[in-house]
């Protein structure tokens, strides 16, 4: 028999989740973001519940060679644009559309052969400075762009660093619309943060948002705001089962390095999950986690193929817990409860995102 461990991938939610996205921006096309394997979740199983979306966007040029294998013909955006000068052979052959955030992209464009117009996302580094133009360039680069005759038509873009905290939007806002006034071309400013919050804005004219995160299910303001808060639902369920079960008495420790003693007698199960499975290794005792269905904690560090948690609680409240017994690291268990990601995440001192991307190739994975 194969290790118990399974992740699940909840198609409904993420259509839920998305319906939650557009609602919020109603008036907006909407980019589901499905780079880094739709947010380590599988392109191909997360895209059912994701084709509701007016584009994909990813940046990875095999990522969107496998939207484009998957049957979709609209919109894919490729979010950093070239890395090299024969990339845009592909997009004109997959018809990608695709960012141009620095000089040298708008010079390999200039010098691409292609009978195709060519779909371009002109990036402006309204403060992040990550990628695209300063506010100074932009307008000389949008100049440029628009005398190409590889260039079919330019959106105005721009990402930002602080939507989900209380610094806000409102400085790199000022910047790009003040630099984009009179030019013309569809905008995309949102991620998933600006989205869920920002979508009231009146200087926030978005065209098209951009929401990764918040289609997986996972708050973008979290502690701020919970998942349940924005009525989000997880999209990945990762589960195992109970493998042992130790009766422990007052002073014996649990795990390697002995980092947790018990402090009264206790019940203390072992579940077949791990951090080669990509739960957290940096998840320490108290990490939530729940046992047929019921919170309890992890004690003891994380190992490679197993964790540690207390069943006393588990126990005392007559939930049977034994060999066998289903154990979610994350997500919703059988019995209903939600175990949201962004707790787990918490405890290791990370997001949810780094949980989901890293979710181990080993780990069996089944689309419901
Ligand atoms: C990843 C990414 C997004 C999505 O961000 P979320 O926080 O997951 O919503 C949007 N835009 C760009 C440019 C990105 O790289």
Redesign the pocket.
């Known amino acids: 028999m194969p290790r118990p461990i399974q992740a699940t991938i909840h198609t409904a939610a993420l259509r839920h989740n998305l319906a939650r996205a557009h609602a919020a921006a109603p008036d907006a096309k909407l ?1 589901a ?1 499905v ?1 880094a394997n739709a ?1 380590g979740h599988g392109i191909e199983r997360a895209f059912d519940g994701l084709r509701a979306a007016d584009g994909f ?1 990813l ?1 990875d040029l095999a990522e969107a060679q496998r939207v484009r294998d998957l049957g979709w013909r609209g919109p894919v955006l490729l ?2 644009g070239a890395f090299e000068p024969r990339d845009l052979e592909l997009c004109s052959r997959l018809g990608l559309w695709h ?1 141009v955030h620095c000089a040298q992209q708008i010079d390999w464009l200039a010098a691409h052969k292609t009978n195709n117009g060519h779909r371009v996302f002109l ?1 402006m580094n309204s403060g992040m400075n990550r ?1 695209g133009f300063a506010p100074a360039s932009y307008r000389a680069a949008f100049t440029r762009l628009n005398a190409l005759p590889q260039v079919e038509e330019i959106s105005l ?1 721009t ?1 930002f660093s602080d ?2 905290v209380t610094k806000g939007i409102a400085a790199q806002l000022a910047v790009f619309n003040d630099t984009t006034r009179d030019l013309p071309g569809e905008r995309s400013l949102s ?3 600006a ?1 869920l919050r920002h979508s009231a804005n009146p200087d926030l004219k978005t065209d098209w948002t ?7 299910g996972s708050a ?1 303001d979290f502690p701020e705001h919970t998942d349940a808060h924005w009525d989000l639902q997880p999209t990945m369920t990762l589960a195992t089962k109970l493998i042992a079960v130790q009766a422990i008495s007052t002073g014996a420790t649990v795990g390697y390095g002995s980092s947790f003693t018990a402090p009264a007698p206790m019940t203390i199960g072992v579940a077949a999950c791990g951090y080669a499975d990509g739960y957290p290794r940096h998840c320490g005792t108290g990490t939530p986690i729940l046992v047929g269905g019921m919170r309890t904690r992890l004690v003891g560090r994380v190992s490679m193929d197993m964790v540690t948690v207390d069943l006393t609680p588990v126990v005392a409240a007559g939930v049977p817990a034994g060999i066998g017994t289903e154990v979610t690291c994350w997500g919703r268990a059988s019995n209903g409860t939600v175990l949201p990601i962004d707790e787990v995440a918490q405890a290791a001192g990370t997001v949810g ?1 780094e949980l989901m991307c890293a979710l181990a190739q080993r780990v069996p994975t089944v689309v419901d």
């Open positions: 980019w973001v780079k947010y966007a940046l979010l950093e960012t990036k990628l873009m990402h939507a989900d991620n998933s943060a989205t951009r929401p990764g995160i918040t289609l997986y973008p995102y």
